[in-house]
Structures are given as structure tokens and as C-alpha cells.
């Protein structure tokens, strides 16, 4: 599905632990583009997570606008959000969140049949998915037999496979080795070029630096320098299966 403008006004959040209120978004504004994978990097704290959950509408802020296309999320009740999230937004969260009763091929079809796909599309699409994360021959297994990499990718597999206008990764190649996080990097980034996605990535990795066409760098809540990348990527490299 084609991507759509997101963008963060103004955004303000804090969390409150006891009597302590810290704030973690101190009015904070983002717009990022259909088309182009943008990367959030900072310090570990800095509310980069944050700002992804806020623009995904998996958190309401404080204060402040979260434009999707025509649309500002701050203004849409529970059900509305629950339906943006659904029709709109792929996730890949950093602790995974898989089912543990399912198998691979399972959890990436289980969305697809939420979204309103037909079984036989929705287990083609699965398949693709994960020979594209090069997890083909392993896609019968459950989380408790697959490698924190492994699992990694059934999750973002499971974020393609939906074909999202707007994709979230936090953090999706933190368990991955040179080969596989670059390949992951090339999805990502792939998902905005070719499909046309508006892509949100938050990594502290490297290699995506190379891969996004934008780099967001956040401290203490807010932007501290947001950078157009104009260097070609390198080529791919592809996955063993
Ligand atoms: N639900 C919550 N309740 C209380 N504090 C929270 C909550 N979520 C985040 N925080 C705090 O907000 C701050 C920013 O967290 P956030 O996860 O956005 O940072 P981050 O930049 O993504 O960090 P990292 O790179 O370590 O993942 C941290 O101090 C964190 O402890």
C-alpha cells in the first residue's frame, strides 16, 4: 500500500513513576515522507522509542498534533485509532511480540487474516515473506526453537508481509549478524523505494545509516540535526535461506 505523509507536532510526553515526572518529548516536531526509509538515532533515553509509538498511534502524547495524511491521530477516539493501526501500520517492536503457541509461517499470517485477506493470499504472502528474510526452510517452527535473530526476522516478515502504508522498526536488526542485518536494512528500505511506504526506523545500528535516505538524530526529547543522505546504498548482498 502506498505511503502517506506522517507528521509530529509539537509533541509533548512524559511518564510518571511515583512522584517523579519525567519528560521524555519536549515538544518535539517531525514530518517524514511516502517513499523514503528515515532513520531515528540518539542516546539510549533520549525518547526515541517514544516518538515511534506516539506516530504509529500506539500512544496518545501530552500535547500536540500527530498528522497521517489528512488525518490527526491526537483527535480520533480508541476504536478509530485501533482501526488506523490495523488498516495502516506495520509494526516491528523490539521485543518481537510473538505468539509462543504459533509457528513462523503462523504468526505472519495471523495479521493478514485480521487485515481481511483471504487464506490462500494471505499464506502466499507469508511464504514470500519469509524467504525474503531468508527463514523459507525454518517457517514450521515456534519461538521457543528459534534464535533471537531468527525470531527477529519472523517479526519483520511479519510487518512486510501486511504491506503497510506506514512501517515502524524499533530496533530491527539489533539481533542480527552482519549479513542478515544488512539484508533486513535492504527490506526496510526496499518496503519505501519500491512500494512506496512511509518507513520509521529506530536503530542504533550502523549499517542503517549506509541503507535510509534520512537520518533523524534525537536528544533530551527533541531533534538535534536531521540529515537528507544523498549516497547510493550499497549493493545487495541477499539471504541464505
Ligand atoms: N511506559 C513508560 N513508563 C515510564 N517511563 C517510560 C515508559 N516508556 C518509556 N519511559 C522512559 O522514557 C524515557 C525514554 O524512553 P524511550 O524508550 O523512548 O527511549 P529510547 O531513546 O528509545 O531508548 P533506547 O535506545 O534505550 O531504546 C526513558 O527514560 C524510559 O525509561
Redesign the pocket.
Known sequence: MTGFPLAAVGLHKS?T?GRIE?P?LRGLSLAIEPGELTLVV??????????LAALGGLMRPDAGRILAGDRDLTQLSDRALDRFRLESCGFVF?GFNLFPALNALEQVMLPLGHAGLDRQEALSRAVDCLQRVGLAERSHLRPMELSGGEKQRVAVARALAKRPALLFAD?PTSALDKRNGHAVGELLRACAHEDGATVLC?S?DPRLIDLADRVVA?EDGLIQSDTIRVDAPPSQEGLPS
Open positions: 511518564f513513576t519525567t521524555v540518539g542516546p539510549s533515553g533520549c525518547g526515541k522509542s517514544t516518538l523490539q530496533e529506530v542504533h534525537m
